[in-house]
């Protein structure tokens, strides 16, 4: 009865060993997902959108007012913009397309 009861445990223990150690891998892979360095996100200043809204608006890209926001109008002329130059179409104010337009980048834009 000893015998049989120390198997067991024996068995148990082995089995609580082995799930732990499953356990620590699969956090340690989910933990090295986190780790990943982002790149840092170019971002138009304000200022640079209202000199591109201005250039879409001499073009006929945009109708609206020079308010330095990225807003659906702007978005939507951006579009029409980058297709126009033969550069991709994404609406969005990209290091790109504010050299397409001749708009100075800060130095920060500029080593991204």
């Known amino acids: 009865m000893k015998k049989i009861l120390s198997i067991l445990l024996s ?4 089995f ?8 620590t891998n699969s956090s340690t892979t989910s933990n090295s997902d986190v780790a990943k360095v982002r790149k840092p996100i ?7 959108i209202m ?13 609206g007012e020079q308010t330095g926001k990225l807003d659906a109008g702007t ?4 579009k029409k913009y980058q297709a126009a ?7 969005t104010l990209n290091r790109v397309t504010l050299e397409k337009m001749g708009v100075v ?4 834009q500029k080593m991204m």
């Not at 000199?51 to 109708?63: D, H, N, S, T």
């Open 105 to 108: 980048l800060t130095d920060k």
């Open 51 to 63: 000199q591109a809204q201005g250039i879409l608006k001499q073009r006929g890209f945009y109708a």
């Open 75 to 78: 978005r939507a002329g951006l």
């Open 42 to 48: 170019f971002r138009a200043s304000k200022d640079q």
């Open 85 to 91: 130059e033969k550069i991709k179409s994404t609406g």
């Open 11 to 14: 068995i148990l223990f082995a």
């Open 16 to 23: 609580t060993i082995a799930l732990a150690t499953q356990n």
